[in-house]
Nanobody
Framework: QVQFVESGGGLVQPGGSLRLSCAVS????????MGWYRQAPGKQRELDAA???????NYADSVKGRFTISRDNAKNTVFLQMNSLKPEDTAVYYC?????????????WGQGTQVTVSS
């Protein structure tokens, strides 16, 4: 079964930065489009950013210009560099394989990593 292990979250002040990591196992990572998803309290999980096997990236409008997704195929890891963080970015962040429609391909999720943006 696929495994996702997210890390790197924490408490940061508005305007600050964090770098999230997600180690992925038991899938052919280098041939898998990957995405970072967030779930804020009381809201559905939504896609923030995705990176294709070609390294083509796409972003939700709310994070464009602030977040950067990248991948290291040698380490089966996907990253999310988060800059200029806002209180509304507070959420639990997860990674998963992403379909072209942005929906997660696997039903199983990791534990996620909590990001809290607050002064």
């Amino acid at each position: 079964q696929v495994q996702f292990v997210e890390s790197g979250g924490g408490l940061v002040q508005p305007g600050g930065s964090l770098r999230l990591s997600c180690a992925v196992s038991r899938i052919l990572f280098s041939r898998t489009k990957m995405g970072w998803y967030r779930q804020a309290p009381g809201k559905q999980r939504e896609l923030d950013a995705a990176i294709a096997t070609s390294d083509y990236t796409n972003y939700a409008d709310s994070v464009k210009g602030r977040f950067t997704i990248s991948r290291d195929n040698a380490k089966n890891t996907v990253f999310l560099q988060m800059n200029s963080l806002k209180p509304e970015d507070t959420a639990v962040y997860y990674c998963n394989a992403a379909g072209n429609d942005g929906l997660a391909l696997f039903r199983s999720w990791g534990q996620g990593t909590q990001v809290t943006v607050s002064s």
